[in-house]
């Protein structure tokens, strides 16, 4: 895998840049301690193969039951207790999601101190190397968010910053508050980003955030790095690749991506590439700098985005897809 540095973009002391594996490893799936081996060989086999990117939150475990453990960020935690393990990996987590049951939004000072200092237990660690945000509220200014996250990071709790599932007009605004106040601000973004380009309304869940050509310009302007969650589009190109349109059911199967889908058929027969190696070269083909943060099921899966890894695009056949 290649190496990125994220680095902080305002020049601030006191933070640290990231060389990280330009493929994250999501591990939001990560639950209950019947599971900790299973976990464990995991992250072992990614990390043997040149990962070190892994990407947590507060919430991943709490699915069932708010008030159940973060077992994701628990386990990890555990795992970097073992060996060389923490200073081989970089951990990216988020906090300030809503309640599950309420969906009630939690973007405040008083609850992003209380999830930051709940991540640090549940981590084992004194510093979180980059901290999203896991929402926003934009009814709350950005100078109450971005003033509590540097208080967080003036006392050494959190190293670089980042806004997940905010708008790229949100984040230039926040950033454009702490350049005049001499702050931190956020270096990294995390938002729905895959060649089948879905909205929120197709994923189900109305508060996330996916990029458009809108989001994109934005993020364009800023030169600011992209995590994109659901890169390989739950799988949607791999499992219906040698499906007649007709018979698809999904919620990706709109129009637009359906024709999407006809021309990736052609990629793959012409080029030879596997659907998922056309999945995430989309993404590292793409002007921006984006990391796909992917999440397997088992070895075999993980072995072949690893090996996808290196793949990119060229710019025509990103425009290919894209109908352009």
Not at 46 to 57: C, E, L, M, R, S
Not at 310 to 315: I, Q
Request: hydrophobic share 40%; with cysteine; net charge negative.
């Amino acid at each position: 895998m290649k190496k990125i540095i994220l680095n902080s973009a305002f020049a601030q002391t006191g933070t640290r840049a990231l060389e990280v594996s330009n493929l994250s490893l999501g591990i939001a799936k990560y639950g209950g301690y019947d599971k900790k081996e299973q976990n464990f060989a995991q992250l072992d086999r990614y990390v043997a193969q040149g990962g070190n990117f892994i990407d947590t939150a507060l919430v991943y475990g709490k699915w069932v039951d708010e008030t159940q453990a973060s077992y994701s960020e628990i386990i990890y935690g555990m795992w970097l207790e073992q060996g060389e393990n923490r200073a081989k990996t970089v951990t990216s987590t988020k906090g300030a999601h809503p309640l599950l049951g309420t969906m009630t939004l939690r973007v405040n000072p008083t609850c992003i101190a209380s999830d930051v200092a709940e991540s640090l237990v549940n981590l084992k660690t004194q510093q979180i190397d980059l901290y999203f945000l896991h929402r926003d509220d934009e009814s709350v200014a950005v100078s109450v968010i971005m003033d509590e996250l540097n208080r967080q990071a003036a006392r050494g709790a959190l190293n670089l910053l980042g806004a997940s599932n905010w708008s790229a007009a949100r984040i230039y605004q926040a950033n454009d508050y702490c350049v005049k106040h001499g702050m931190r601000g956020f270096d990294v973004s995390q938002i729905c980003f895959n060649l089948m380009r879905p909205s929120p309304k197709m994923l189900g869940d109305e508060t996330l955030m996916s990029m458009n050509d809108e989001e994109e310009a934005i993020y364009r302007d800023m030169q600011m790095p992209i995590m994109a969650f659901t890169s390989q589009a739950a799988g949607f190109v791999s499992k219906f690749i040698d499906v007649p349109n007709a018979q698809i059911h999904s919620n990706y199967a709109s129009e637009d991506n359906l024709r999407r889908l006809d021309r990736i058929r052609v990629l793959c027969r012409d080029t030879g590439l596997s659907p998922t190696a056309v999945t995430l070269g989309y993404l590292y083909g793409q002007a921006l700098a984006v990391i796909p943060v992917t999440s397997v099921s088992n070895d075999r899966q993980l072995d072949d985005v690893i090996a996808c890894s290196d793949t990119s695009l060229t710019p025509e056949q990103i425009a290919w897809i894209d109908g352009k």
